[in-house]
């Protein structure tokens, strides 16, 4: 997705209009909470007092840019977001579009949603048919205000974790000035004495509320893309694997996702990378920032536990320029983060987000729960796990391998996976999977022009070896089929509000 500007300048806006908009951010409750809070801030050590004003700073500017949206706004008829970023042209229209998103989440402009059926024609097991298709219409409208109108109160994440619909990602206590909240794959606590209840957690959690609707928008508007309802907008799809024969001992695919990194680090486009690795107990993975070659290397092949990445994104700080790996609910999370608030010093050096694909999911004890009770084996005997054809597979140190139908399997995954409709990581800058490729061979998506540019330059360097995705089978059609089912599939997210 194309970046949002983060210095917001309010050229051509009027001081009188300026003013009011500014002083009417100063009350609004995010900003309030924070300011009050600077000393206990400052306390927990995670930002520095000049980085304390400029999150500061941050937080009043897009309160501000808000109000002046909201005020031109008044009055107007219901709108689609396109037609509401021709109206108002004194901020870059991604900002617009955002804006609206948290307006809407903050309770001053509501949403409607037209449902169409169309009908079109489909192939169902190689015969034409006509099917008939929801398309969906959003537009927006702002509310009638009443004079004593309190806008919508954040609550801590909590409220997400207690709804059960927590990704685990970890990016909130990673954003979290004062330590209050502690995320690990399967929990999450918050320490309510500390929580000073600045809603910022809730602001960049993937869960909380949905960016869907802006992300479409914002790349739609983006010429330079294509764009597929079910895998979102990219530049070009490939087939591709690793020409290095130590990455091809580690890989799990086509080892395109170790080859990128090594070229990234190689080539000091970052100093380093967040990833996981197996922890002490095998197969449970632990995320790790990783800065020198031969660490990168114990990173490669997919552990299927879910790993809270994000949450050690803030002890990455010190370094200029660093790399993500993750699922796509970690890409959504950083993207969210990068639409609000802006200003919080450790999004500044994410500067690449490669994004796995990903249907579902595993706690840890259902990792070993199926590899005992599935295939009777003892886990340490394990090199491998893969999802390949319908089947979940693994290999032993025997060299054998076995299959189980991957149905017989999905009773082990996350529940939290189910409110999940992202396979291939929309929000990545690159994203790389293995549905639609051969084996030993990955399927990647570059999603903009720094995704575009990673996998050329490696490919010029000789790490990697690539054709187009639309000349392999079952490539493109089977990647985009599946992806389809797993928006179709997904459910809708209600978070428990008391
Ligand atoms: C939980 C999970 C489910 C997946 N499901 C699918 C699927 O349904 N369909 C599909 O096509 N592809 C899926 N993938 C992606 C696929 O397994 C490969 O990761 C991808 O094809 C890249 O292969 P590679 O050889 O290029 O990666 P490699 O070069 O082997 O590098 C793998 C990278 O994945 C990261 N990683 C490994 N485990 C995790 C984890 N648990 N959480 C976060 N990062 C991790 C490592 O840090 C490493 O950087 C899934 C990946 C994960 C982690
Ligand atoms: S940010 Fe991630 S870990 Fe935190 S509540 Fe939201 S989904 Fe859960
Ligand atoms: S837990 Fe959330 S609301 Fe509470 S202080 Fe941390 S970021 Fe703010
Ligand atoms: S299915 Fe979605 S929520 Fe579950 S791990 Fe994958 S990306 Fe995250």
């Not at 400029?54 to 808000?66: C, N, Y």
């Amino acid at each position: 997705m194309v970046q949002i500007e983060k210095d917001i300048t309010f050229n051509g806006i009027s001081p009188k209009l300026l003013m009011e908009a500014t002083h009417k951010a100063a009350e609004n409750f995010q900003v309030r909470a924070f300011f009050e809070a600077k000393e206990e801030i400052l306390g927990a050590g995670k930002y520095s007092e000049e980085e304390f004003y400029q999150i500061l700073d941050a937080m009043v500017d897009a309160e501000t840019e808000r109000k002046l949206v909201l005020e031109e706004l008044k009055g107007k008829e219901l709108l689609f977001l396109e037609e509401i970023v021709k109206i108002i042209d004194n901020f870059p229209p991604e900002n617009v579009i955002r804006d609206i998103i948290y307006l809407k989440e903050q309770g001053y402009i509501e949403e409607e949603i037209e449902i169409k059926i169309k009908k079109v024609i489909k192939k169902v097991k190689g015969e034409e048919k006509e099917i008939e298709e929801k398309e969906f219409f959003y537009r927006y409208q702002v509310k009638d205000i009443p004079d004593d109108f309190i806008e919508h109160f954040f609550e801590p994440v909590s409220i997400v974790f207690d709804s059960e619909v927590c990704c685990q990602c970890g990016w909130c206590s990673s954003i979290c000035p004062v330590n209050a909240l502690t995320v690990t794959a399967d929990t999450l606590e918050i320490d309510d004495e500390t929580c000073m209840k600045c809603g910022l957690c809730y602001s960049v959690c993937p869960r909380s509320f949905s960016i869907e609707q802006a992300g479409k928008s914002i790349n739609k508007r983006d010429n330079s893309l294509k764009f597929s309802e079910k895998i979102n907008g990219y530049i070009n799809t490939y087939s591709a694997s690793t020409t290095k024969d130590d990455i091809k001992k580690v890989r799990q695919d086509g080892g395109i996702v170790t080859s990128l990194l090594e070229y990234l680090l190689k080539n000091k486009l970052v100093d380093a990378i967040v990833a996981v690795q197996h922890s002490e107990e095998k197969w449970k993975p632990e995320p790790v920032i990783v800065d020198n070659l031969k660490d990168l290397y114990k990173t490669g092949g997919t552990k299927y536990a879910n790993a809270s990445t994000l949450a050690i994104i803030d002890k990455a700080k010190k370094y200029d320029n660093i790399a993500v790996v993750g699922t796509p609910c970690m890409m959504n999370a950083i993207e969210k983060g990068n639409l609000f608030p802006s200003g919080v010093p450790f999004f500044k050096n994410i500067k690449y987000k490669i994004g796995l694909f990903c249907m579902e999911s595993f706690p840890y004890e259902g990792v070993l729960g199926l590899i005992k009770e599935q295939f009777n084996q003892d886990f340490n005997k394990v090199t491998k796990m893969d999802i390949s054809g319908g089947e979940f597979i693994i290999y032993l140190d025997t060299g054998e391998d076995l299959k189980v139908p991957l149905k017989d399997v999905k009773s082990y995954a996350r529940n939290n996976c189910h409110y999940c409709e992202d396979l291939t990581a929309d929000y990545a800058d690159i994203s790389i999977g293995s549905i639609g490729s051969g084996s030993g061979w990955s399927s990647v998506i570059t999603r903009n022009k720094k995704g575009e540019e990673i996998f050329k330059g490696a490919i010029k360097t000789g790490f990697i070896e690539s054709k187009s995705l639309k000349a392999v089978k079952p490539g493109q059609p089977l990647l985009e089929r599946i992806a389809g089912i797993k928006r179709k599939n997904c459910k809708p997210i209600k978070l428990e509000k008391e």
